[in-house]
């Protein structure tokens, strides 16, 4: 030990304590004499407590554990939503059904057509369940992150928000298709969400006239947005 | 707090009590965030799964069989969790920062002027150098060392999270640091 360096792989033991005390005691009297092995094991030490100093840092955790539950119960609300949903529809349609035949004995010729149009539109609900809309997620997600929401239309939930923390919202948001514009414009109650330099971003159609861009070099600036439905 | 008090928290919340899960989070969230910010070098993003993380495990809690602690099992998922996150990545960088007019392209400045508690700790230069460093790692190294010295777990602990055996934890250990360290050296920070 005290006429070759010490292996790496030793030193790194050193720094873990995973050293027997006898291994522990000749590495370091080797260490001692040695001014090459010393500086690699004061280089190891040094990368090691840098790697320590990373671990202070403290994040904002502040309302994260409510978040946590509060997303998870939302998210267990609209599964179980899911789940019911076809035994829900099909227990409407059997109630409607068995109602349509019970009225039926005297006006049952009469309302042959009813039923079959009736049965016709029924099965067309069981063959393609309406997709569960996600409005109120995407509300979630808006209010999650600040935004201003100004409408909520049948195609869209639409909102504001600053720049720099839009690209957060951005994430957040996922897949879903988002439209935006830049403005310099700060949010304001009853201001008209499409002023005539609003510009369509990042979507595929729908949203905006193609006037100008307007780049905002001054002031505040904001971003307005479509989430569409 | 020991396993015990981690499995108390779970029955408890699988007794239907799910706001004891905070528990849990103010527990791990510390060292769930290192290894995600590690990974992610990004804040928000690395605060946003962390939360991810949590959710997902208090979903999953009916799962957790108790044949390991219910830190190794949480821990598993954490990383599964990342790794999957990172083969997804690419796909959520999806704000258009440039754009073109004709025959200019404009790009969409977004400044970031936070002051979050990231900034206020890493006022040197040199924590900035090793949080490069650590991302050049090639990623077996870089996912124990993480999990060793910034996390600060145990060598079986590690053993048992990564399903690999102590001496190949070792090994990665061993290398890892090596790797890191002659990086860090060659730009004059140790």
């Not at chain 1, 873990?16 to 006898?22: G, I, M, N, P, Q």
């Not at chain 1, 609003?198 to 002031?219: K, L, W």
């Not at chain 2, 060793?148 to 102590?166: A, K, P, V």
Request: glycine letters at 4%; charged letters at 30%; hydrophobic letters at 40%.
């Amino acid at each position: 030990m005290t006429t070759s360096h010490v292996p790496f792989e030793t030193l790194s033991d050193l720094i873990d304590d995973e050293l027997s005390a006898r291994e522990k005691e000749l590495v370091l009297l080797h260490v001692n004499e040695c001014a090459d092995c010393r500086a690699e094991l004061l280089r190891l030490r040094g990368t090691v407590e840098l790697c320590g100093d990373l671990a202070a840092i403290r994040a904002d955790f502040s309302g994260l554990s409510r978040r946590v539950v509060g997303r998870a119960r939302f998210r267990r609300t609209v599964r179980s939503f899911v789940r019911f949903a076809p035994a829900a529809a099909a227990a409407v349609v059997l109630i409607s059904s068995y109602a349509i035949f019970y009225d039926g004995s005297e006006q049952q010729e009469a309302d042959t057509a009813v039923t079959r149009e009736q049965e016709r539109i029924e099965n067309v609900a069981i063959e393609t369940p309406r997709p569960v809309d996600d409005v109120e997620e995407v509300i979630g997600i808006l209010r999650d992150n600040n935004a201003t929401i100004t409408n909520v239309s049948d195609l869209y939930v639409e909102g504001k928000i600053s720049v720099e923390q839009f690209e957060r919202l951005r994430r957040h948001l996922g897949f879903r298709q988002v439209a935006f514009s830049v403005t310099n414009e700060a949010p304001a109650q009853g201001v008209n969400i499409m002023p005539s330099y609003m510009e369509e971003v990042g979507s595929d159609g729908g949203f905006g006239q193609t006037a100008p861009i307007y780049r905002a070099t001054t002031g505040e600036r904001y971003v307005r947005f479509r989430v569409f439905r | 707090m020991s396993d015990t008090y981690d499995i108390q928290v779970v029955e408890s919340v699988l007794a239907g009590n799910t706001d004891d899960f905070s528990k849990i989070v103010e527990k791990y969230q510390d060292r769930v965030f290192r290894y995600v910010f590690a990974k992610l070098s990004n804040y928000d993003e690395a605060m946003d799964v962390t939360q991810e993380i949590f959710i997902m495990t208090l979903e999953a809690l009916a799962s957790f069989r108790r044949e390991s602690k219910f830190s190794t099992w949480f821990f598993s998922i954490m990383i599964n969790y990342c790794k999957n996150y990172h083969k997804k990545r690419g796909r959520f960088t999806s704000v258009p920062l440039t754009f073109s007019r004709g025959e200019e392209e404009y790009e969409l400045q977004i400044p970031d002027h936070r002051e979050n508690p990231e900034e206020r700790v890493i006022m040197h230069d040199s924590l900035r150098i090793l949080r490069e460093e650590i991302q050049r790692l090639p990623e077996d190294y870089r996912e124990i060392l993480v999990l060793r010295d910034i996390d600060g777990l145990s060598y079986n602990e590690i053993s048992d999270i990564l399903n690999i055996n102590l001496s190949n934890v070792k090994v990665r250990i061993h290398r890892g640091r090596e790797f890191l360290k002659n990086r860090l050296h060659s730009r004059g920070l140790v």
